[in-house]
């Protein structure tokens, strides 16, 4: 079947366009309904599905089954895993002005970050710089 | 475009690309090289998208045949999307279409020609019958059409992706941990070196004065009237950042904004924003915990949110 064009005027921008994109749908969707229809195809793809359908059981299974493998060993190897979800909240401290538990209070240490509270990605943080080196810069060019 | 390139320390490259000083920094020397490439590659790819500067790129051919569709590169499609959000989250302050603007004050080639002459015309009455919102995208055949008159300008947006997108890819590719800077615009991927965190230097221009400041991750940008600035043929001296309200220069109550935000992306639209629209984009890196230092045109300081209140001070 051959696809109409459809002629539109957009409102305020002065485009005299061919909806092409409609061009495409029907196609598509011409297609789609032919695959479907075509009792060949259709089994063929039932077949797919059930094939997909399988090996997603069989996967979800076996992921399941490591899962709870390694957990009733990290049970029995270190008896408390807690929950181990961090602060991950992409928002920085409240305060990064040195001076609070997290920033270090020695001169060296002042601004440093802990690592360890990190907490995953989401942790972000700016605080005075140190000395030595810098390492970027920051400026308009 | 062409490339200088400079070793300066051992875990720092340093080269010119896009008119703009482009560095990596990594605590770990063999990762340099691979970081390097990688956004060496990258901007190559953006540089063929989304250049104003150069007639082949998907850009130009968009500007060139305004009234039309035009066929682009994913690439393309991708950053005329994020610069398109970006529009609808300032409320059009942050605008990708003011590249006919641009060229009207004078920015129509790399900034270094724009500098070396007096170009772009005293102000006229602006006809602009379209706004941002009438840039068309079309996903699903890949193709992108601005209305006839407009061209499109992604410098506020792309950069700040490229950034982002060169701290991501780095992680794919083995780099445990790096520092990327196109232009002052930068950000940070891995864990921070040995000391703790990257050290950054914050100034309003290159070479010029400024604070430092220490991050464990994120992003800082900054934007500035003082650095891409150039005379007019009237002798009047103008600045890139555009108010999409008047077509000229912004003129906010701020020469400078630095922002640091979780991704570079962010940070560049807060630093751009915030110039053309001060109060609005106030609210805006307040309500999202971001941080920001701000210079007036008097020289005074600002700070917005976390941003350290006394950071040690470092010559240019």
Sequence with gaps: MPAQ????????????????????????????????TNPR????????????????????????????AAANQQDRSSGSSGSGTGTSNGSPPDDFSGGNSNNGTGSQDQGTPNNNQQGGSGFLGLFPGGGGRSHGSSHAS | MTAALTTSTPSTLTWTDWSCTVSVATPDRRDAAVARAIVRSLMGQVDRA??????????????????????????????????LRTAADTAGAVDPSLGADLAA?????????????????????????????????????????VPEGMRL???????????????????S??????????????????????DGAWQIDVAE??????????????????????????HRADGVAVHHLVDPRTGLSARGRWRTASVWAPTCLEANVASTWLLVDPDAASAHVAAKAHAARLVAHDGSIEIIGCWPASPPEVSS
């Design chain 2, 173 to 194: 590719y083995g780099v445990r941990s790096a520092l990327v800077s196109i232009g002052g615009d930068l950000a940070v991927a891995g864990v921070p070196p040995r």
């Design chain 1, 5 to 36: 064009t459809t002629h539109r005027n957009l409102p305020a921008s002065g485009w005299p366009q061919i909806a092409d994109s409609e061009i495409f749908h029907r196609y598509a969707s011409d297609r789609e309904v032919m695959a479907l």
């Design chain 2, 50 to 83: 989304v250049s104003r500067f150069r007639d082949d790129s998907d850009l130009s051919r968009v500007n060139a045949a305004a009234g039309q569709y035009t066929f682009v590169s994913p690439l393309t499609l991708r950053l005329v999307d994020v610069a």
């Design chain 1, 41 to 68: 195809t259709n089994l063929l793809r039932r077949a797919r599905l059930w094939l997909v359908g399988a090996v997603a059981v069989g996967t979800g299974a076996s992921v399941a089954f490591t899962a709870a």
């Design chain 2, 105 to 145: 004050l004078g920015y129509d080639n790399d900034i270094d020609v724009v500098r070396a002459r007096r170009n772009g015309s005293a102000p006229t009455p602006r006809r602009r019958p379209w706004s941002w919102r009438d840039i068309k995208i079309d996903h699903k055949l890949r193709r992108v059409g």
């Design chain 2, 153 to 171: 300008d992604l410098g506020a947006t792309a950069k700040a992706w490229t950034v982002d997108e060169a701290a991501q890819r780095f992680r």
């Design chain 2, 205 to 230: 221009f290159e070479g010029a004065a400024g604070v430092r400041v220490g991050m464990s991750g994120g992003a800082v940008a900054t934007s500035s009237t003082m650095g891409r600035r150039w």
